[in-house]
């Protein structure tokens, strides 16, 4: 293979003939695409861009193309969790009540490294909450008390550091709180977070361990959910957790995904019922790439930044989210079938991030 080519130009080219990713590295090194984007490229980069392969109208099918690309399957049992039971598990903790008559939430949180089949034949060394990436969705509601006891079992230091509202030494930044026990927890100690659950919507937690980065990209993060105090309508529930994965170190993803595997949900659709609310939970976890998106095929929803107001601010089939950001989505599909959901940024569809509603009757 003496000419370069792009993850792109092989789409367009079609000289994806179903290798593994692994084998996909080998022949498409990585500076390629952005040398080629910044102008670099050479001739099958430039004609790649120039053939369509990045247009918005080969998206489905250079997007299903790229997923030959990733054929056989992951060990879901080997990896220890399933994006399709991942998409409905909320860790509600367990709760008692305390002398004041608030409720107190309890979980145990365990980092672990873990070597993990990221895709198929792709194994990745992660550090992960609780064995899986992302960590548990936390949930919980708005103004309880809510206690996290964090147990560091990986051969790092590592930290919780949760968005919300809590005190300095409860914010799990290494070099705060370290005369409390808090701070960077080093590899065989523990903590205990504690706090107020506040505000009510969608957040996340991550490791906050320097080089930050590095520690999210290997794993360490996860949604945390707030229920506003009076609740919300009953709806069909999913979470969804965009990251991605550097395989090979060099500080840019490989693959894209919601929760963790690519194209997992092209194969295994999510299934929801006609008419029915659906709300997502979306988080933008990605390291490395500075914006995410999310887009519905053939639909809009209502879009609440953050969760933490109880009014829409948008009616749209379209949202793009920093590292960090996230927010609820709430919609219905008045039509059954076959709905396609993905990043509307061409190259992390075709590297993972893309896959379907099966909305049946
Ligand atoms: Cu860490």
């Not at 968005?163 to 290494?174: A, K, L, R």
Request: glycine fraction near 12%; charged fraction near 20%.
């Amino acid at each position: 293979m003496a000419r370069k080519m792009t993850r792109r130009g092989m789409l367009a080219t079609g000289a994806v003939a179903a290798p593994t990713l692994a084998a996909l590295h080998e022949v498409v090194p990585h500076e390629g695409l952005h040398r080629a984007l910044a102008g670099h490229g050479d001739g099958s980069a430039e004609a790649a861009m120039t053939h369509g392969g990045a247009g918005h109208g080969a998206m489905a099918a250079s997007g299903i193309a790229m997923h030959d690309a990733f054929a056989g399957s992951v060990d879901l049992a080997a990896n220890g969790f399933d994006p399709s039971e991942l998409v409905r598990d909320f860790d509600q903790g367990r709760t008692s009540r305390l002398p004041d008559g608030r409720t107190l939430r309890e979980w145990t949180i365990v980092a672990e490294d873990k070597e993990m089949e990221v895709a198929p034949g792709v194994t990745y060394p992660a550090w992960t909450y609780n064995g899986r990436i992302p960590g548990p969705t936390l949930r919980a509601r708005q103004g309880e008390r809510l206690r996290i006891r964090f147990v560091n079992s990986s051969d790092h230091p590592h930290t919780m550091h949760f968005h919300g509202i809590h005190p300095d030494f409860m914010d799990g930044m290494p070099g705060i709180g370290e005369g409390r026990g808090g701070g960077i927890i080093d590899n065989g100690d523990n903590f205990v977070y504690e706090f107020d659950a506040e505000p009510f919507g969608v957040h996340l937690y991550h490791c906050h361990a320097m080089p930050l980065a590095a520690h999210i990209a290997k794993g360490l993060y996860g949604a945390f959910i707030i229920d506003p105090a009076e609740g919300r309508e009953p709806a069909d529930e999913l979470v969804m957790v965009m990251n991605g994965f550097d395989t090979d170190f060099d500080g840019e993803n490989d693959i894209y995904a919601v929760n963790s595997i690519p194209f997992h949900y092209v194969e295994n659709p999510i299934k929801v019922k006609r008419g029915e609310l659906v709300r997502i939970y979306l988080v933008n976890a990605l390291e490395y790439d500075p914006i995410n998106s999310f887009h519905i095929h053939a639909n809009f929803f209502d879009y609440y930044p953050t969760g933490t107001r109880l009014e829409p601010t948008e009616y749209t089939d379209t949202i793009v989210q920093g590292q960090a950001q996230r927010g609820v989505l709430e919609l219905r599909f008045p039509y059954a079938g076959h709905f396609m959901f993905h990043a509307h940024k061409t190259e992390f569809a075709e590297l993972g991030w893309l896959g379907f509603f099966e909305v049946e009757e």
